[in-house]
């Protein structure tokens, strides 16, 4: 995926979750839309260079979004909404192995108790539900999910499991949005019960996957396996 223009600046303050006041390269002084619900640990602190798009449309109360982090010299998507547009691009490209020989690719579709799957994969004789979650935390030397308590996130954990009790395949598929390369786990000190129902539902068949992105200024794209254990 190419990103539109970037505009570097640097990060004044992030705040009410979804705002950031920058600074501009030239000077100026704006706020920007952050897409992303998250705690941010780690991906974001005061002075970071940061990258920003823009977009003029009159129905946008902000005209910019935040869409990259530096941090120690690494590059971090912390736009979540990216993660869902580079799977799709790495399954439709084969990146994603494991995801192949699907005749149907659907997005967004209602599933489960009054939730939507990120991605339906379908072919005459079966259905594949892909639930996607961005991975931007660090800790220590490995990468980790999640970054804040998500009962959401246990939530789609359930109804994947409940996919595969209905004779479906079930996918967990993790996207790394920084240029790190470390590996990945579970942040179970953050959120004990999403590491717990995680446990339960991949011993019922609920698969795991992890891959990697890679990331500059131009573009981002989902670049290979991650090996993950429990």
Not at 31 to 49: D, L, R
Not at 59 to 75: F, I, P, S
């Amino acid at each position: 995926m190419n990103f539109d223009k970037l505009y570097k600046g640097r990060l004044i303050k992030r705040y009410k979750r979804f705002l950031a006041d920058i600074i501009l390269e030239n000077g100026e002084e704006i706020t920007a839309h952050v897409p992303n619900s998250g705690a941010m640990t780690s991906c974001i602190e005061p002075n970071c260079e940061v990258w920003v798009t823009f977009h003029d449309n009159p129905k946008r109360k902000l005209k910019y979004t935040l869409e990259l982090t530096k941090m120690n010299e690494n590059l971090i998507c912390t736009n979540t909404t990216v993660a869902n547009k580079i799977a799709i691009e790495a399954i439709k490209n084969g990146t994603i192995k494991e995801l192949q020989n699907y005749t149907s690719l659907k997005p967004e579709q209602k599933y489960g108790k009054n939730s939507r799957i990120d991605i339906l994969l379908e072919n005459e004789n079966k259905k594949c539900y892909v639930e996607i979650k961005s991975v931007t935390l660090k800790i220590d030397e490995m990468l980790a999910f999640p970054d804040a308590i998500t009962s959401r996130g246990t939530k789609h954990l359930i109804e994947l499991s409940d996919m595969v009790k209905e004779g479906h395949r079930a996918v967990m598929l993790y996207v790394i949005q920084r240029t790190d390369q470390l590996p990945f786990r579970l942040a179970e000190e953050i959120d004990k019960k999403y590491a717990q129902t995680f446990k339960e539902v991949t011993k019922n068949a609920v698969e795991v996957l992890v891959y990697q992105s890679n990331i500059n200024l131009e573009k981002i794209e989902i670049e290979k396996r991650v090996d993950f254990q429990l």
